[in-house]
């Protein structure tokens, strides 16, 4: 997969052996990140973004790498994530393919990827590996982390982990927690992949490759990322003209149909499966309840960061809006000052993605204020 | 399939040939169906009831199949829907495959299932079918006709097409048009049979037989049928007893995956993947905007029923309360006394099946006021 590397990707080797929380460990392993801005003399300025499952460490264009990434709306020079005035640090995920160690990467110990024999892996791990970026930059606290989605529950990882490693902290359409619908729902998108006869246990090549399993799982992901009311708006029952359509009683018809084949093409082959797998697992696994003898709010209580805003969508069904709040409002008992931002965006799950004109100002907002603080 | 056929049902032949919407027609075709209760001299105390897309003609039980049906609890003597009062009618849906004809019954011109041959099924041809049993049983207009998810489509196509043929209507979590979203779920669940390479074109046995590709698709039907709110009191993270734990790094883990595995299990094998297919697409390509040149409203405003009653769930995510709103404004707009009854229950799609203790009175009182009406 390594042709999916973006230019400009930097690289941080782990320290060697990396202990995983469920046992097992990596030697030689290594994180791959990018970053804008510059880090200020007194090293206060740093922003570290934790991604949702698939984004690779290029969040946005920068000199080495002019393509626009995965956030360019977001961040760059008088963007909300002001790269004038904050560094920032984009690390692609533990046991993600776009560069950092996973099990598509290579097991030294035998010359061949880890494929299944990769550790299992937890957000613990990511939140850990990301943690040793970020020191290995220089850089003794940060000046908040931000993580959307997975990233989220990674974030709170990172900060349960690490205390004293940010003075904020946005927790952008995260939980503390998988639920069992969206456990369920990745649950499914797993067993997709599991199913196809090509994954073979894991022993797939270009050749023989879980295409099939890899389309089902992605369209279910783009439907649970999406949502209905959106959808109404955007497609209706719009069809196909006949040309577009091919000769097969059950092929495409609807235009919603062909947007979900769209994903789907694009996404099966340039998202390893193995790592998909260990990626989706590791979300359902997430629990901050382990952090308070049962309780989620215990848990979160138990974050010290000076100020925190969580934001989510109404429309979102995967991580829904209550779990947003839920974090607000544990990290607010645990000392912070702490905002739950519901926003009114159709766009569901992936609307941090996509509604800059909601997001933006909001994250903008909360930066500016932690800067005037900052430099009081 | 015919060892899924209930005892007890009975079978009425289609006219011949039976000419489809889209064109196609069926020689010596029969639908199955059931009753509880007797006709009176009158003629006007019948209740037709149109089912979703998998139930049979079994809706509770009776003399000649005492097994409980899949409305057991709605239907009977002294039941919300009271089998001492009303002579009710239940069919086997056209193209499904528990006795009416569909994909998997034997075309008569070659001896061999139907399988692919079958004629592309709308919902209107069942509704035509469904009429064709009450005519065949003597009855000139119904007191009633019940339709729950696919048959609340169908009902309103019943309603359409033969203008006279009802005094009222109960809508059950149905709707007038198929939307984006409940478009792309079906979609991935038929794209998930058809992948399954067993599914094979239509052509598979039962050595060779698409179970992946049931299973998912089955998954994904219950994970959308039910809500999150509901899965968050039932499962939360309750996870399985490590004995009950496969020997698989990806297997069951949580409580909700084995409720999914447990759904799967049972269905893969209970209903023909051809008739799913079929029937699923009918769903998406129904349209009461048809009717009203373009406009669903109109389409549904040319409706007659002296009274009607839409009832839905806030939780349900597939077929959306504001469907069930639609219908009844619609109907109202026909001059039907036209009631819209948003339940509260938790169970998402699913509650008219479970949750009898809301569904049950509201239907009890909609059929008493009728049954007071005509005896008036």
């Known amino acids: 997969m390594t042709e999916f590397i973006p230019a400009g990707t930097r690289y941080v080797e782990l320290p060697s052996p990396f202990v995983f929380k469920r046992g097992g460990e990596l030697r030689g392993g290594r994180m791959a990140y990018e970053t804008w801005g510059r880090l200020n003399a007194a090293g206060d300025n740093a922003i570290l973004i934790l991604t949702g499952l698939s ?3 290029h969040a946005a264009s920068h000199a080495d790498n002019p393509e626009a990434g995965w956030w360019e709306a977001m ?3 008088g963007k909300p994530i002001d790269t004038a005035r904050w560094f920032v640090i984009c690390v692609n995920s533990l046991g993600s393919c776009k560069g950092s160690s996973g099990p598509a990467s290579i097991n030294p110990g035998t010359g061949q990827p880890w494929r299944l024999d990769f550790p299992e892996l937890s957000i613990e791990d990511g939140a850990r590996a990301a943690h040793a970026v970020v020191r290995a930059l220089g850089i003794e606290r940060l000046a908040c982390v931000i993580g959307c989605s997975m990233g989220g529950m990674a974030a709170l990882a990172y900060l349960l982990l690490h205390p004293g490693s940010a ?11 998988a639920l069992p619908f969206s456990i369920a729902i990745r649950s499914l998108q797993r067993e997709a992949i599991r199913l196809d006869p090509n994954w073979n246990g894991g022993h797939y090549d270009e050749q023989r490759y879980p295409e099939t399993g890899m389309r089902i799982a992605r369209k279910l992901g783009v439907v649970t990322y999406r949502s209905a009311m959106e959808w ?23 235009e919603v149909e062909r947007y979900l084949e769209g994903h789907a093409r694009r996404f099966a082959r340039y998202f390893d499966p193995n790592c998909y797998l260990y990626l989706s697992r590791s979300m359902d696994w997430f629990d901050v309840a382990e952090y308070g003898e049962g309780d ?3 848990g979160l209580a138990k ?7 969580s934001i989510g969508v109404e429309t979102d069904i995967l991580f829904p809006l209550q779990q947003q709040e839920q974090v607000a409002e544990g990290l607010r008992a645990g000392g912070a000052d702490s905002e739950f931002l519901p926003l009114p965006s159709p766009q569901g ?5 996509v509604d800059i004109a909601r997001f933006g100002p909001a994250i903008e907002r909360f930066l500016t204020r932690i800067y005037a603080e900052q430099r009081g």
């Open 55 to 57: 984004p690779n460490a």
């Open 75 to 77: 961040l760059g020079p």
């Open 167 to 177: 003075r904020s902290h946005i927790n952008v359409s995260g939980s503390a927690r």
């Open 232 to 254: 109404d708006g955007r497609f209706g029952r719009v069809k196909l003209d006949s040309e577009c359509r091919e000769d097969d009683p059950f092929g495409l018809e609807f």
């Open 296 to 298: 989620v709010m215990k």
């Open 303 to 309: 974050i010290r960061v000076e100020r925190a805003l």
């Open 349 to 353: 799950h992936d609307a941090f993605l």
